[in-house]
């Protein structure tokens, strides 16, 4: 059954603390993307990845790292750097597209991981 | 930069009544996609809109795309208490880059 997943559905972090939010996909699609969306708001972009061990920073960077050592994967870490890192983080995986349009395919997100502050 | 605006932000229907969202770019689109998220879940790609003028069906939900490639709607006629949640745009634009989303159409409807 093909899909993307992410883990762990619900994430407590402590002050001062690093957590790692883990997104997988098996749509053998090249671009993966982070999203964090904040309660009655839409989607902002934190990163995004066209092939392994290369990514970009969105608009919303700051504070968070991650990586892509395999197509399938790509886990976002939230540092103790974010401030205000309570959320919903959104993962999503497209297909690329050829020439100017490389990012407008259509985007198929994962359940999310709801990320609270303790 | 470039953006997608969406209104309304919120909009309460009762049972039956229709329903429709906009979504506007200052410049011209290439492309405009619709997403649908229901409350707690993650955005459910919808439909995608390409040319000029396009109008597409989806059961009770129609997609416009406008002459000018520059805005869309979604209508919903009949709304029914499963059409709750939030509806999203997502414009791609000609000289290229990331889909830019809306800022999302919250619907609640009351049975």
């Known amino acids: 059954d093909g899909g993307i997943t992410q883990s762990p559905k619900y994430l407590f972090r402590k002050e001062g603390q690093n957590v790692t939010l883990s997104c997988e996909q098996n749509?053998?699609?090249?671009?993966m993307y982070w999203y964090r969306q904040d309660p009655g708001q839409g989607l902002r972009l934190i990163y995004y990845s066209q092939i392994v061990n290369d990514f970009q920073k969105g608009d919303i960077a700051e504070g968070y790292s991650v990586s892509r050592e395999k197509k399938e994967s790509f886990p976002l870490t939230v540092t103790s750097a974010q401030k205000n890192p309570t959320a919903f983080y959104l993962c999503?995986?497209?297909?690329?597209?050829?020439?100017?349009?490389?990012?407008?395919?259509?985007?198929?997100f994962g359940p999310g991981t709801r990320l609270l502050v303790l | 930069g470039q953006q997608v605006m969406q209104i309304p932000q919120y909009q309460h229907v009762q049972e039956g009544e229709d329903f429709t969202t906009y979504c506007n770019s200052s410049t011209t689109l290439s492309n405009i996609q619709w997403y649908k998220q229901r409350p707690g879940g993650h955005p459910v790609f919808l439909i995608q809109?390409?040319?000029?003028?396009e109008v597409k069906k989806q059961k009770r939900l129609t997609f416009q795309f406008g002459e000018a490639k520059k805005n869309s709607s979604l209508h919903i006629t009949a709304t029914q208490t499963t059409d709750v949640g939030t509806y999203f745009c997502a414009g791609g634009y000609v000289a290229g880059n990331m889909l830019t989303f809306g800022g999302g159409t919250r619907l609640m409807v009351k049975p």
């Open positions: 999503a995986s497209s297909r690329l597209a050829g020439g100017p349009a490389l990012w407008q395919e259509t985007q198929y």
């Open positions: 809109l390409v040319k000029s003028g």
């Open positions: 749509l053998n699609h090249d671009a």
